[in-house]
């Protein structure tokens, strides 16, 4: 091999090394794949997966300011003119799992009261699978059968306990007919809605809980519920049935209560009064006596306006009456201004007051 030769090899193979290092050199590695968050439309709209998890989030709430004239709940209350504010965050989760959806629902409040007052509020929070519901919400007296009519002051005439500890089974057969069952705590209602010839003021020492059940069957647009709540303080409780009907350009409801003992308030049959606005040692009087009734009507006029009314009457001679607009000029809107007015024909007393409301909801 002459010299030539070998420097034109040599010169080849530096050539070809260089080419090999310069290939290397530019080779890119492969990206890393984006964490996009993904919808999880399983359990309704709104809920996403938590990036990483198999568990579903929702995430909602609402920001609402209204102005109150007096109170439908107290004839002694002439405050006047108050003012009110509250934000309020809804928090969902739902994992899929062999029994079912686990899931969680958790709400807090924060309320700005006219004056520098405030407070914060754990409202709900609870764990349910398979049917089964534990922690706070409010009592399946309510919450099963239904609230009294689609208008701010529903309960004027007490329609049972709200916000309470329970262990509660949901049963669907899927036909229409459900059912309830619910061990609820008793410590968790207002002392004031205990009443069995003095005012119960002390629970302390008290562990049984009441019980809730009922049944329920729908069909078409028509719906009836039957629901009772047992007091195990008073050792007394009450019953409500309750029939829905909707007729598309309007719906309608129906409920009657019975109070297994008239003379005596319990949780499920009680009172919004306070002891002070009652005569003197008759707080039956400011409550249902043996029965109650509710009945309202809903109507849409389109899908910005509705108009609601609610009606009830006790056999203590309590009268409340209650109207309002819903008024959604866009969607997650609402202006809502309502009117009540209460007679308690026992205690001579009656008030009118209204409430004008600002809310959006996300």
């Known amino acids: 091999m002459n010299i030539r030769t070998l420097l034109l090899s040599s010169a080849a193979a530096l050539a070809a090394a260089s080419g090999a290092h310069a290939a290397d050199a530019i080779v890119a590695a492969e990206p890393e794949p984006l964490q996009y968050v993904r919808i999880c439309d399983a359990y309704g709209t709104g809920y996403f997966f938590i990036p990483g998890t198999e568990t579903c989030l929702k995430v909602g709430g609402e920001v609402r300011s209204e102005g109150e004239w007096y109170d439908a709940y107290s004839p002694t209350n002439k405050v006047g003119t108050l003012w009110h504010t509250r934000a309020e965050l809804n928090l969902d989760t739902a994992t899929d799992t062999e029994y079912g959806p686990l899931k969680t629902n958790m709400v807090l409040r924060w309320d700005w009261q006219e004056g520098g007052s405030t407070a914060t509020k754990l409202l709900f929070a609870n764990i349910s699978l398979g049917g089964f519901t534990v922690g706070k919400l409010d009592s399946q007296y309510n919450l099963y059968a239904g609230y009294a009519g689609d208008v701010i002051n529903d309960d004027v005439i ?52 009441n019980v809730v059940a009922g049944a329920g069957y729908k069909s078409g647009i028509w719906g009836v519920k039957v629901v009772g709540g047992y007091d195990s303080i008073v050792e007394e409780g009450a019953v409500k049935a309750r029939v829905d009907a909707d007729f598309g350009v309007f719906s309608a409801f129906l409920m009657g209560g019975w109070n297994t003992d008239g003379s005596k308030l319990n949780q499920y049959a009680g009172s919004n009064l306070s002891e002070d606005s009652c005569p003197p040692g008759r707080g039956d009087l400011c409550g249902w006596g043996d029965w109650a009734a509710w009945g309202g009507v809903a109507v849409p006029f389109n899908d910005k306006l509705k108009w609601n009314l609610q009606v009830a009457y006790t056999d203590s001679k309590i009268f409340a009456a209650t109207t309002n607009l819903k008024f959604n000029p866009v969607k997650n809107l609402l202006i809502e201004p309502e009117v009540s007015y209460t007679n308690w024909d026992s205690i001579s007393q009656d008030q009118w007051a209204g409430i004008l409301r600002f809310q959006r909801s996300f």
Do not use: R
């Open 158 to 209: 007490w329609d049972g306990p709200y916000e309470l500890n329970q262990l509660t089974y949901n049963y669907d057969a899927g036909n229409g007919f459900t059912a309830v069952i619910s061990l609820e705590d008793s410590n968790s209602a207002s002392d004031a809605s205990s009443y069995d010839g003095a005012w119960v003021t002390s629970k302390a020492n008290h562990y049984a809980p």
